[in-house]
């Protein structure tokens, strides 16, 4: 018998947050995860990541999706303003069928001048609805050089040493970037008031 669990009645007006959709299966060959990536096409979702096996295949809320946005557009701020160049790459398809391993992040970038770069410097994830394939583990095959997760207001910071992640206080690649005044202007109502407020904290 199957349990249908109803939410609360939500008042008229009230917003409530979208959660990530997400499937996990397990057992499936490098042929049919290229076969999925091929049915999906150019379409920015489902995200799919590959591991060892198993597939997963996550439609991002419009919560995740809002918060990716910013993050991106406060990072491109702050390279802005400290003359830092470098390019996103939003959902890359990483790929390396050797290591048995895919992903296409939130967000990532290439930082400096060369672009002709395999794969990105920097990947951002945002952990929206808990469960699914550790990331940290696809990207570490991936050689991706550091890994930000943003869970529950924060940002943390993972450099690859190695074959392995450290997690670490501050960006490697930004050292002088203060992530928690990043965070803090998510809030805004508009991502342009939020670049605009972010720019002006940065030049005080």
Not at 48 to 73: K, N, Q, V, W
Not at 92 to 100: A, C, I, S, V
């Amino acid at each position: 018998m199957d349990l249908v669990v109803s939410p609360p009645p939500v008042p008229a007006g009230e917003y409530v947050p979208t959660a990530d959709q997400r499937i996990v299966m397990y057992g499936v060959s490098w042929a049919q995860y290229e076969r999925q990536l091929a049915q999906r096409g150019e379409a920015s979702s489902p995200r799919i990541a590959y591991f060892e096996g198993t597939l997963e295949l996550m439609s991002p809320s419009r919560d995740h999706e809002r918060i990716t946005s910013y993050i991106g557009c406060l990072v491109v701020t702050y390279a802005l303003e400290r003359g830092i160049e470098l390019s996103p790459y939003r959902s890359w398809t990483l790929k390396r069928r050797g290591k048995k391993s895919g992903v296409e992040p939130d967000e990532c970038y290439i930082v400096g001048l060369d672009q002709s770069g395999k794969r990105p410097h920097l990947a951002i994830e945002v952990i929206w609805t808990s469960g699914g394939i550790d990331k940290l583990d696809i990207y570490a095959r991936l050689r991706v050089g550091e890994v930000w997760f943003w869970k529950a207001g924060r940002i943390e910071v993972h450099l690859l040493r190695g074959d392995r992640y450290q997690a670490i206080p501050r960006s490697a690649l930004f050292p002088e970037l203060d992530l928690e005044l990043l965070v803090s202007f998510l809030d805004h109502p508009t991502v342009t008031q939020a670049m605009r407020a972010y720019r002006e904290a940065l030049r005080r």
